[in-house]
C-alpha cells in the first residue's frame, strides 16, 4: 500500500507531503471496500479468523513464526541504520538535503521498500496491530533524541515493548476471553494521538 501511495503520487518536481495524504486516503478507502467485499463474501469460519487477523493478535504465535519474520528482520534493519543518516538530512527539508548533495528521490525510494518490508513482514506475523506505528518512534525520540540511528533500535525495542504490554494487559482485564492486542493497543494509543494533536493545534 505505501509503494502504490507512492508511486501514485511521485512527481519529479513536487511530491509534497499533501498530494501523499490525499492519494493514500483514496487507496485507503478502495482497499477498505474491497476488504469489506471480500468479509462479506466469505464463509464465517474464514471472516472470523479474518476480522481477528485485522484487529492484530498474537495469539496462537510460536517461534515458526519467528523464524519466517527473522529474515526480513536481519536484512532490513541494518539497511534502516545505514539510511539513517540519510534521514537526519531529509528532515532539513528537500531543499537543503539536495544542496548537501543527497539524492532525494532514490534515498526516499530505498526508505519506502525497507519501510514495506518491515512492516509488511510484521503485518503478515501478528496482523494489523494499531497505533504501534505511532506510538514506538514518538516514545523513542523522547528518550534518545531525534538522531535516527538512535531512534530507530528504540523504536523498534518500544514497539515490540507495546505489543508485549497491551497482550498481557488483555489477558489480564479479559482472562476468559482471546482477545486480541490490537483492540488494547487503540485504548492505549488514542489518548496519546489526541495528546499530539491538542499539543500541535497550540503550537
Partial sequence: MSAAIYLLAWDRHDSSPVKLILVGIGLSLAAGACTSLLLTIGGINQVSQALIWLVGSVYSRNWNHIFAFLPWLT????????LAR??????????VAKGLGLKVQRVRTLLLITGAALAGASVATAGTISFVGLLAPHLARRLVGPSHIE???????????????????????????????????????????????ARTESA
Avoid: K, N, W
Avoid at 75 to 82: A, D, K, M, Q, R
Avoid at 86 to 95: K, N, V
Avoid at 160 to 170: H, Q, T
Fill in 151 to 197: 531512534v530507530i533500535p528504540t523504536a523498534a525495542l518500544a514497539g515490540g515493548l507495546l505489543v508485549l504490554l497491551a497482550d498481557s494487559l488483555s489477558r489480564a482485564l479479559f482472562p476468559s476471553v482471546e482477545m486480541p492486542c490490537g483492540i488494547m493497543t487503540v485504548v492505549l494509543g488514542v489518548p496519546y494521538f489526541l495528546y499530539l494533536l
Fill in 86 to 95: 540519510e534521514l537526519d538530512i531529509l528532515g532539513l527539508s528537500d531543499p
Fill in 75 to 82: 536484512v532490513f534493519l541494518p539497511i534502516s541504520l545505514v
